[in-house]
């Protein structure tokens, strides 16, 4: 049974940082491309950033580049989300994806690319 599990969301405020953690279960972590996603209320989910299977690629919204760092320790089956610069628009809960690939280097950015999902951490930036 595959479990993502995040942590590390909560209450900043407006400039501040937070380092959300995904920790994976039940798959072959290192065999997974991984994405961060958020969902704002009222609003469709959003992809916010991506990295390869291997680690050795990322891809960023441009809404959080340069804020926004995506890294994975495989041997600690897990993902993070290092965050800075945090603005009240930052606010949504944010739930990290997988998807298994045969390609070390591609990164996804489409949700309907990802066959795993965790249950979401809440993102609080209070201007």
């Known amino acids: 049974q595959v479990q993502l599990v995040e942590s590390g969301g909560g209450l900043v405020q407006a400039g501040g940082s937070l380092r959300l953690s995904c920790a994976a279960s039940g798959l072959t972590f290192s065999s997974h491309a991984m994405g961060w996603f958020r969902q704002a209320p009222g609003k469709e989910r959003e992809f916010v950033a991506a990295i390869s299977r291997s680690g050795g690629r990322t891809y960023y919204a441009d809404s959080v580049k340069g804020r926004f760092t995506i890294s994975r320790d495989n041997a600690k089956n897990t993902v993070y989300l290092q965050m800075t610069s945090l603005k009240p628009e930052d606010t949504a809960v944010y739930h990290c994806?997988?998807?298994?690939?045969?390609?070390?280097?591609?990164?996804?950015?489409?949700?309907?690319?990802?066959?795993?999902w965790g249950q979401g951490t809440q993102v609080t930036v209070s201007s």
């Open positions: 994806a997988a998807r298994p690939t045969s390609y070390s280097g591609t990164v996804y950015q489409g949700g309907n690319e990802y066959h795993y």
